[in-house]
């Protein structure tokens, strides 16, 4: 576990002058999004098509991103490989969880980790793919999460595409931390934001996906208030669930009545 949420390590005759400067900057990250103020961020582009840019995989493979996405529904997961700290968390959450995802790896969703970073190579994306495919514990089809790296001119149009900016600092980066839902076809469809997530969330991302209809960034809670029916493959409102956590809440607060009714009494009888 302790690789995890280690940062991949650097290939032979990389920029040292980088990797000095991402070394001495690891804990800075909070300090780097600060500076970089509002020119990162992210602006939904809802119903947009990926850039149709070559990438290289884990395996120095030529890759079209549009070909890629174009009969899978496909989870996004924008980050650079040697980042020291967010992106590693927010990989390893993915690695915990595609295990349980109830969707069929390959035929109804895959993920792809794709680096903005034009500086990383194929060999950047083949280590972390062996740390998370370690830490999926074998659990989830390795071919079905692709490791991606490319040159300058096909990071910016890719990230163009899904309105995902991101800054450059010495070494290491200023970037939003949130997934993207991909429809079959290449179309964006739905964002996910936060560094870790459920298997339900990417559930319904995959299942939204497949629908190709864009929707509005949902809120964790309304996690809590839907099921998944593998067999209808929908969302379904569980009333039960949400009858039994009111019921709870209705006694909660009339237990608190009768605790405030009993004081306010005996405050009166002592008078």
């Known amino acids: 576990m302790v690789a995890l949420f280690a940062a991949p ?5 990389e920029d040292r002058d980088a990797m000095k400067d991402m070394a001495d900057k690891s804990h800075d990250h909070e300090k780097v999004m600060e500076e970089a103020g509002a020119t990162v961020g992210i602006e939904e582009k809802l119903g947009n098509m990926l850039a149709d840019v ?3 995989d884990s395996e120095g493979k030529r890759v079209n991103l549009r070909e890629l996405t174009a009969e899978v529904p496909t989870i996004i997961i924008p980050i650079y490989f040697r980042c020291p700290d967010v992106c590693n968390v927010l990989q390893g959450s993915f690695a915990q969880i595609l295990p349980d995802v109830a969707l069929k790896p390959g035929e109804e969703v895959q993920v792809v980790s794709i680096s903005f970073d034009p500086r990383e190579n194929s060999a950047d994306a083949a280590n972390a793919k ?6 999926s514990r074998g659990m989830y089809p390795a071919e079905h999460w692709k490791f991606l790296t490319g040159d300058d001119h096909a990071v910016k149009m890719w990230l163009d595409s899904i309105g995902y900016t991101v800054k450059r600092e010495g070494g290491i980066y200023a970037h939003p931390v949130a997934v993207v839902a991909i429809a079959p076809g290449g179309k964006v469809v739905r964002y996910l934001y ?3 997530f459920l298997p339900f969330d990417i559930t319904m991302a995959g299942t939204e996906a497949a629908k190709g209809e864009p929707g509005l960034s949902i809120k964790r809670m309304l996690s809590f208030c839907y099921n998944y029916d593998p067999q209808g493959r929908r969302y ?4 039960l669930r949400v009858s039994g956590f009111s ?4 006694i909660g607060l009339f237990v608190l009545y009768l605790v405030l009714s009993g004081r306010k009494h005996k405050k009166k009888k002592a008078e």
């Open 54 to 56: 070559e990438f290289t």
């Open 130 to 135: 062996k740390i998370y495919m370690a830490a």
């Open 247 to 250: 019921i709870m809440g209705f």
């Open 9 to 13: 390590a650097f290939g032979v005759g």
């Open 236 to 239: 379904v409102f569980d009333i």
């Open 194 to 196: 936060g560094s870790s």
